[in-house]
């Protein structure tokens, strides 16, 4: 079993910063590949980014690259999403999930589950 604690989000302006942290209990958190998710009101969630079992292989949804980044400290057992720039559009509830799998982009190859952060950005 994991758990999965995300902190990290709030209302920001629009082209400022955010960091996300999740934060995992567990012994095995680098057996395991992580994402983040985010789902708006009325929308499915979608996938944002990923990142494997030692933080060296990541990938990113496109509306996000360049402006997200992805990282982990596999001996704190937590996994961030720095995202700067940020627009209105990137506003939701944002969730962090582990997984076996790499790269997993739909919610579907993820294990375990966070209870989500919201992040809203004005204009």
């Known amino acids: 079993q994991v758990q999965l604690v995300e902190s990290g989000g709030g209302l920001v302006q629009a082209g400022g910063s955010l960091r996300l942290s999740c934060a995992a209990s567990?012994?095995?958190?680098?057996?395991?590949?992580m994402g983040w998710f985010r789902q708006a009101p009325g929308k499915e969630r979608e996938f944002v980014a990923a990142i494997g079992w030692s933080g060296g292989m990541t990938d990113y949804a496109d509306p996000v690259k360049g402006r997200f980044t992805i990282s982990r400290d596999n001996a704190k057992n937590t996994v961030y999403l720095q995202m700067n720039s940020l627009k209105p559009e990137d506003t939701a509830v944002y969730s962090c999930?582990?997984?076996?799998?790499?790269?997993?982009?739909?919610?579907?190859?993820?294990?375990?589950w966070g209870q989500g952060t919201q992040v809203t950005v004005s204009s």
């Open positions: 999930a582990a997984g076996t799998r790499f790269p997993a982009l739909v919610p579907d190859r993820y294990d375990y």
């Open positions: 567990g012994r095995t958190f680098s057996s395991y590949a």
